[in-house]
């Protein structure tokens, strides 16, 4: 799954890109916490390599990295949301943004089983 993860990553930074050539700021910042689920699996399979095998490590520990990339990027959305002027809008954005944060996750977690 690190290829997917990247590939996750890097089309939402294109997609970042975009905005910000459009001169859209706001939606291209709003776009950055979709990475974080697909940021700490990296991250964690990195860690989880380099520290020393035990059951815990090979059972739970990437199972709250991933956790914890879902938190993060749901805390940064809804923190995010603030900047959105209009209630439907916020709403639109945290529903969707949560959705996908927890679909991804649900994917690594299978991954991982």
């Known amino acids: 799954m690190n290829?997917?993860?990247?590939?996750?990553?890097?089309?939402?930074?294109l997609m970042c890109a975009m905005?910000?050539?459009a001169r859209k700021q706001a939606a291209a910042l709003l776009a950055l916490p979709l990475t974080s689920v697909p940021a700490m699996h990296l991250i964690g399979r990195g860690i989880a390599r380099l520290l020393p095998?035990?059951?815990?490590?090979?059972?739970?520990?990437?199972?709250?990295?991933?956790?914890?990339?879902a938190v993060i990027g749901s805390a940064a959305?809804?923190?995010?949301?603030?900047a959105i002027p209009k209630?439907?809008?916020?709403?639109?954005y945290v529903l969707?943004?949560?959705?996908?944060?927890?679909?991804?996750?649900?994917?690594?977690?299978?991954?991982?089983?």
Do not use: H
């Open 3 to 13: 290829g997917e993860s990247l590939a996750i990553i890097a089309i939402v930074l």
């Open 19 to 21: 905005f910000l050539r």
């Open 53 to 69: 095998r035990s059951d815990f490590m090979v059972e739970s520990f990437p199972f709250l990295v991933i956790l914890a990339g």
């Open 77 to 82: 959305c809804g923190l995010l949301s603030l």
């Open 87 to 92: 209630r439907r809008g916020k709403t639109i």
């Open 96 to 113: 969707f943004s949560v959705i996908f944060q927890v679909a991804i996750s649900v994917g690594y977690w299978i991954n991982l089983l």
